[in-house]
């Protein structure tokens, strides 16, 4: 390989990430003495292991960081996703405690109501001008306090075969959320770069003022980013409902905005707006469900578990820096020289 298309490979925002998983594999590998971590067995027709689980586990964060991604390219963040996806599953919770109401009512109810929810960020920080910081902390605790209200702060235990199937349920061989990502992602895919959307929140985030002056509805652009973005945090909110079977509002998405700003940021997408990467922060979100599992598999106490996130985190970020990239690339050729 040539250095140029080397240095090429290395700019990559997906490269550091996946690199980040390998390791981890080689962590537990190591740790095990064994191929146990890699191994996939096929029961039923389903796919069982340590790797399905991530994938399982991993596609709440994965879709949560899908919405995310949009709202920091387009130079804002969500700190409401965690509250959206309590929201969420406390809305379907309700409705599916009766028996009147179907499961896809109850679904589109919830995801209405998290898109909404998304929708009302946006125009605080459009129409108001309120700092998207200040006003998704808004939502973030009313959501949270909303979701508590409906369910009166009890857990709701949901009995639904067609619900539990979200989370539950396999398709194809694998979890049915699994499945459910990929075809979310990969519609995203087609509608943000083969139409102009992708176009328009690339402009919006990266320059706002000279967008406007284009022509650009940016407050639009960004009213919709903030919509897709509660849109897949209410789905992330089904997913986790589903798969404990209960509506848990006091823990349900905690940490969740934390983890996908993470995701997106590893991935390869600014804070500062701009150019974004779906498909690195679908890498991102694995990598801190990879680092989740050897965590455990380490026996690393519940405590101490943000430390090695944190550590792993500013790693990756400093390979993605290009300062970073050539102060080592000096280091290495000042090492060949001598």
């Given at each position: 390989m040539?250095?140029?298309?080397?240095?090429?490979?290395?700019?990559?925002p997906?490269?550091?990430?996946?690199?980040?998983?390998?390791?981890?594999?080689?962590?537990n590998?190591?740790h095990?003495?064994?191929?146990?971590?890699?191994?996939?067995?096929?029961?039923?027709?389903?796919l069982?292991?340590?790797?399905?689980d991530?994938?399982?586990?991993?596609?709440?964060?994965?879709?949560?960081a899908?919405?995310?991604?949009?709202?920091?390219?387009?130079?804002?963040?969500?700190?409401?996703?965690?509250?959206?996806?309590?929201?969420?599953?406390?809305v379907?919770?309700?409705?599916?405690?009766?028996e009147?109401?179907?499961?896809?009512?109850?679904?589109?109810?919830?995801?209405?109501?998290?898109?909404l929810?998304?929708?009302?960020?946006?125009?605080?920080?459009?129409?108001?001008?309120?700092?998207?910081i200040?006003?998704?902390?808004i939502?973030?605790?009313?959501?949270?306090?909303?979701?508590?209200?409906?369910?009166?702060?009890n857990?709701?235990?949901?009995?639904?075969?067609?619900?539990?199937?979200?989370?539950?349920?396999?398709l194809?061989?694998?979890?049915?959320?699994t499945?459910?990502?990929?075809?979310?992602?990969l519609?995203?895919?087609?509608?943000?770069?083969?139409?102009?959307?992708?176009?328009?929140?690339?402009?919006?985030?990266?320059?706002?003022?000279?967008?406007?002056?284009?022509g650009?509805?940016?407050?639009?652009?960004?009213?919709?980013?903030?919509?897709?973005?509660?849109?897949?945090?209410?789905?992330a909110?089904?997913?986790?409902?589903?798969?404990?079977?209960?509506?848990?509002?006091?823990?349900?998405?905690?940490?969740?905005?934390?983890?996908?700003?993470?995701?997106?940021?590893?991935?390869?997408?600014?804070?500062?707006g701009?150019?974004?990467?779906?498909l690195?922060?679908?890498?991102?979100?694995?990598?801190?469900?990879t680092?989740?599992?050897?965590?455990?598999?380490?026996?690393?106490?519940?405590?101490?578990?943000?430390?090695?996130?944190a550590?792993?985190?500013?790693?990756v970020?400093?390979?993605?820096?290009?300062?970073?990239?050539r102060?080592?690339?000096?280091?290495?050729?000042?090492?060949?020289?001598?």
């Amino acid at each position: 390989m040539s250095e140029t298309r080397l240095q090429s490979f290395c700019r990559s925002p997906v490269v550091w990430p996946l690199a980040g998983i390998l390791l981890l594999v080689l962590v537990n590998l190591v740790h095990d003495r064994s191929t146990a971590f890699l191994q996939v067995t096929v029961t039923d027709g389903h796919l069982y292991g340590t790797l399905v689980d991530i994938l399982n586990q991993g596609s709440r964060c994965m879709l949560v960081a899908l919405g995310m991604t949009l709202v920091i390219a387009v130079s804002g963040v969500d700190l409401s996703v965690g509250s959206l996806m309590a929201v969420g599953a406390a809305v379907a919770a309700v409705l599916l405690a009766r028996e009147a109401h179907s499961v896809a009512l109850a679904m589109t109810a919830a995801l209405a109501a998290t898109a909404l929810a998304g929708l009302a960020s946006g125009l605080l920080v459009t129409w108001v001008r309120v700092q998207p910081i200040v006003a998704t902390l808004i939502l973030m605790v009313v959501g949270r306090g909303v979701a508590q209200l409906i369910t009166d702060g009890n857990v709701i235990i949901i009995q639904r075969a067609g619900f539990e199937f979200l989370g539950n349920g396999y398709l194809l061989g694998l979890p049915f959320s699994t499945v459910l990502v990929v075809a979310l992602y990969l519609g995203a895919q087609v509608v943000l770069r083969r139409s102009a959307a992708g176009l328009f929140i690339e402009a919006a985030g990266d320059n706002e003022t000279a967008s406007r002056f284009a022509g650009l509805a940016v407050g639009r652009v960004k009213c919709l980013a903030y919509m897709t973005s509660g849109l897949c945090a209410g789905l992330a909110g089904l997913l986790a409902a589903s798969n404990i079977r209960a509506a848990d509002t006091l823990r349900g998405g905690e940490n969740m905005e934390l983890d996908a700003i993470f995701a997106v940021v590893v991935g390869g997408t600014a804070l500062t707006g701009g150019r974004f990467s779906l498909l690195g922060s679908l890498v991102g979100a694995l990598l801190l469900q990879t680092l989740t599992v050897t965590m455990y598999n380490l026996g690393v106490p519940p405590a101490v578990a943000p430390v090695p996130k944190a550590l792993l985190i500013i790693g990756v970020c400093l390979l993605q820096s290009e300062k970073s990239r050539r102060w080592l690339g000096g280091l290495w050729s000042a090492r060949k020289a001598a």
